[in-house]
C-alpha cells in the first residue's frame, strides 16, 4: 500500500492503472477502454490478492467457532466493518450493517424501518432521479401499508428542483430517500441541506450513496443523515460487498429484516431474542471474502486520499464534457463539472444508444447504454434511453479522446447506413 501513497497526492493514474490486470486486455484487438465504472468498477490486484489471501490462508466461517481460522476469518471480517465505518465517517462500527450493496440495504431500511414507522396517509418522499433500487423497495412499502411515495421534481439542468422542497417535505413525510449521486444525470444534490429539512419535517433522511461514496470523501457525521448505502463493487471492492450506515439509534429500534442463524440472542419455540446491532440484521452465512476485500479496496482509495480521486474525477469529467459537446453530443444533467460526478450521459447524433454501444465495443470502448436502471427519469427526459460513460481513477484524457474516435466511427457509419 505504500507504493499507492507514494504517488497519491498527484494521482498517477499510469501507476494506478499497472495495479489493474484487466486493463491490460484487449477487446476485438484493440485496448481495452472501460468506461463504465458506474456500473461496476474493475478491480487492483490489492484487491483480488486480499480475496486469494482470504480463501487460501484464513477461509471459515466468521462468528462460528474458536478455532484459529474461525477467530482469523471474524477478525477480518470485523476488521472490514472498522474500516468501511472510519471511511464513512461513522462513530461506531456497530452503524455498519454489511450485505451485497445498495439494493439490499434499501431494502433493509424499507422492511425493518418504514414498516416500523409508516401508517396510512403518511408519505416517503424521493426524487425524479432515483435509480430503481430507491424506488421499488418504498413502492413495495407503500402497497403494504397505505402510505404514498412522492417524488420532487427535477430542474431542466438535471438539479432538484429545492424550491419546491416545502411543499413536498411535510408533517406526513416520514422517510426521505434521495441518491447522494446520480448514475444517470451526475447530479450531486447538496445532501446537509436536505438533511435538515427532513429532520425539520420529523422525517429521517435515506441516501443512497451508491454512486457518492467511491468518489468523494463523505462524513455521515457532517452531513448527519440517517441512513446511507454503500456498494463496494463501485468503490473497487468484490460484487456482493458493502452495506448500510444506519444511526444506531434508530438501527436499534429497528426489527430485523432476515431471521437465521447469527441475528438471535436466545430461542425458543415461540419466541426468540435478538442479537446487537449490527449482527441482529446478518442472518446466516455472510459475504466474509468480498467484506475482507472491500477493506483492501478502502486501503486502496485511503492511500489515494478520496479529495485527489475527486480532483482527478473533475479533471477528466471536464474534458469529456468539452470533448463530448464539440462532437456534438448531447449531455445530460449539470454542465459544471464542479458540481456533478463523471458519468455523463449523452445522445449522439439520433443514433440509438444501444447502436452506439455496439459500434463502440467493437474499437474497444465499453460504456453503458439504456435506461440505466431509471425509467421514469428517462421519461422525464424525453428519450427511451441515453449512451452512459463513466469515468473512475484509472481513467486518462487519451480514453476520452479514443471515445471521441469511436463516436466518429459510429457517426460515418450511421452516416452511410
Ligand atoms: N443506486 C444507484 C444510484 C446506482 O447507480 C446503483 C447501481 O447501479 C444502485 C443503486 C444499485 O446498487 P447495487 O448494485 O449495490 O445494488
Redesign the pocket.
Known amino acids: 500500500m505504500a507504493r499507492v501513497a507514494e504517488h497519491a497526492a498527484a494521482l498517477d493514474v499510469e501507476r494506478i492503472r499497472a495495479d489493474f490486470p484487466i486493463l491490460r486486455r484487449e477487446v476485438h484487438g484493440r485496448p481495452l477502454v472501460y468506461l463504465n465504472s458506474?456500473?461496476?468498477t474493475q478491480k487492483p490486484r490489492q484487491v483480488i490478492q486480499a480475496l486469494v489471501e482470504f480463501y487460501e490462508q484464513h477461509n471459515a466461517n466468521a462468528h462460528r467457532g474458536v478455532d484459529t481460522l474461525g477467530e482469523e476469518a471474524t477478525a477480518l471480517f470485523e476488521g472490514a466493518r472498522a474500516k468501511l465505518a472510519a471511511f464513512v465517517g461513522a462513530p461506531d462500527p456497530a452503524c455498519i450493517v454489511f450485505n451485497?450493496?445498495?439494493?439490499?440495504?434499501?431494502n433493509l431500511v424499507a422492511h425493518a424501518y418504514g414498516r416500523k414507522v409508516l401508517k396510512e396517509g403518511d408519505e416517503v418522499l424521493l426524487t425524479q432521479m432515483?435509480?430503481?433500487?430507491?424506488m421499488i423497495p418504498w413502492l413495495l412499502l407503500a402497497q403494504a401499508t397505505g402510505a404514498t411515495v412522492r417524488h420532487l421534481p427535477i430542474r431542466e439542468d438535471g438539479t432538484l428542483e429545492l424550491d419546491a422542497l416545502g411543499s413536498f417535505l411535510t408533517h406526513r413525510t416520514k422517510i426521505f430517500s434521495v441518491?447522494?449521486?446520480?448514475?444517470?444525470l451526475g447530479t450531486i444534490p447538496p445532501l446537509r441541506r436536505l438533511a435538515d429539512a427532513a429532520h425539520a419535517a420529523g422525517a429521517v433522511l435515506v441516501v443512497?450513496?451508491?454512486?457518492?461514496v467511491p468518489h468523494l470523501p463523505v462524513d455521515v457525521v457532517d452531513l448527519d443523515v440517517d441512513f446511507l448505502?454503500?456498494?463496494?463493487?463501485?468503490m473497487l471492492g468484490p460484487?456482493a460487498s458493502?452495506g448500510l450506515y444506519g444511526r444506531r439509534e434508530l438501527l436499534e429500534q429497528m426489527d430485523p429484516f432476515m431471521g437465521g442463524g447469527e441475528m438471535i440472542r436466545e430461542v425458543y419455540w415461540d419466541r426468540a431474542t435478538w442479537a446487537d446491532v449490527p449482527w441482529k440484521f446478518e442472518a446466516g452465512t455472510m459475504n466474509i471474502a468480498q467484506e475482507v476485500g472491500l477493506a483492501a479496496a478502502i486501503d486502496y482509495l485511503g492511500a489515494l486520499g478520496m479529495e485527489n480521486v475527486r480532483a482527478h474525477e473533475e479533471r477528466i469529467t471536464a474534458y469529456a464534457m468539452e470533448r463530448l459537446l464539440d462532437a456534438g453530443a448531447r449531455i445530460f444533467g449539470p454542465t459544471d463539472p464542479s458540481v456533478r460526478s463523471g458519468?455523463i450521459s449523452f445522445w449522439f447524433k439520433d443514433i440509438h444508444p444501444h447502436d452506439l454501444a455496439t459500434v463502440l465495443d467493437q474499437e474497444g470502448v465499453a460504456i453503458r447504454a439504456g435506461h440505466?436502471?431509471?425509467q421514469p427519469l428517462m421519461r422525464v427526459l424525453g428519450v427511451p434511453a441515453t449512451a452512459r460513460a463513466s469515468f473512475y481513477i484509472y481513467n486518462t484524457p487519451d480514453e476520452v479522446d479514443a471515445l471521441i474516435d469511436a463516436l466518429r466511427v459510429a457517426e460515418r457509419l450511421f452516416r452511410t447506413a
Do not use: F, P, W, Y
Not at 451485497?100 to 434499501?106: F, K, L, M, V
Not at 432515483?130 to 430507491?134: F, K
Not at 448505502?229 to 463501485?234: I, M
Open positions: 458506474a456500473a461496476t451485497r450493496g445498495t439494493t439490499e440495504s434499501i432515483e435509480h430503481h433500487s430507491n441518491t447522494g449521486m446520480s448514475n444517470v443512497d450513496g451508491a454512486q457518492l448505502t454503500v456498494s463496494g463493487h463501485k460484487t458493502g458519468a440505466h436502471c431509471a
